[in-house]
Every structure is written in C-alpha cells, then in structure tokens.
C-alpha cells in the first residue's frame, strides 16, 4: 500500500472495479461484477424474513436479496502461494488462469477495500 492508499470498510454493493480486497490474505483487483436475485431474506433489524419474490422482499428490503459477485485479479499471487493461503486449485478456472478470486456477498458483507485517498 502506498502513501496515496488508504483502507477502508465497504458494503458489498458498493464495491467497484478497480478495488483492491483484501481477502484471506490475497490483494484482489476487482474486475467483473455478476448479479444474481433470489433466495431467503432477512429484514434489516432482522426482524422479518421470508422468500424473495421476484428477487425482492418487502418494501425497504430490495437489495437484501442481491447476491453480488466480482470476478477478481490475485495481484500478490506469488506471496499466497509461497504462504499457502489458499490451495492453488482454488485460484484456477475452467478456461485455464491461475490468477482469479471470486469476492461475494450480500448487503450483510462489509470489504476492507484499499482505495486511493484524497
């Protein structure tokens, strides 16, 4: 991290492309964002829950039911696997690199994200 990058705490639906992730260890470059709608919710004070209709729960609570999901670069790949982060086949995709990450979650995922400071 440089002296211009500062760390700090981002839902996950506000990422971006472009962000470095610190995840498990590995500094991930988002670069591809997939959505996906559906599944089980629950209210923000957590109080109701219930099946997403449609990919939304009640009034209030449409983004609690998107899955985000960035396809990311590893850019200290040789430090993970040098330290055995994550098992190297985990970093694999079907079209050969080596090099990938998925970062997922819902609204509920708060990243430690490095960003450029002012």
């Given at each position: ?66 899955i985000y999901a ?49």
């Amino acid at each position: 991290m440089t002296a211009t990058q500062v760390l700090t705490g981002v839902p996950t639906q506000k990422l971006r492309a472009g962000d470095i992730v610190l995840s498990h260890g590995m500094r991930v470059r988002l670069d591809t964002l997939r959505t996906h709608h559906g599944g089980h919710y629950f209210s923000p004070d957590g109080k109701t829950e219930g099946t997403c209709h449609q990919g939304y729960g009640p009034a209030g609570t449409e983004s609690c039911c998107v899955i985000y999901a960035w396809s990311g670069t590893v850019t200290n790949l040789e430090e993970v696997r040098e330290a055995r982060i994550v098992p190297v086949g985990w970093l694999r995709t079907d079209d050969g690199r080596t090099d990938q990450w998925t970062v997922q979650g819902n609204y509920l995922a708060t990243w430690r994200v490095e960003r450029t400071g002012n």
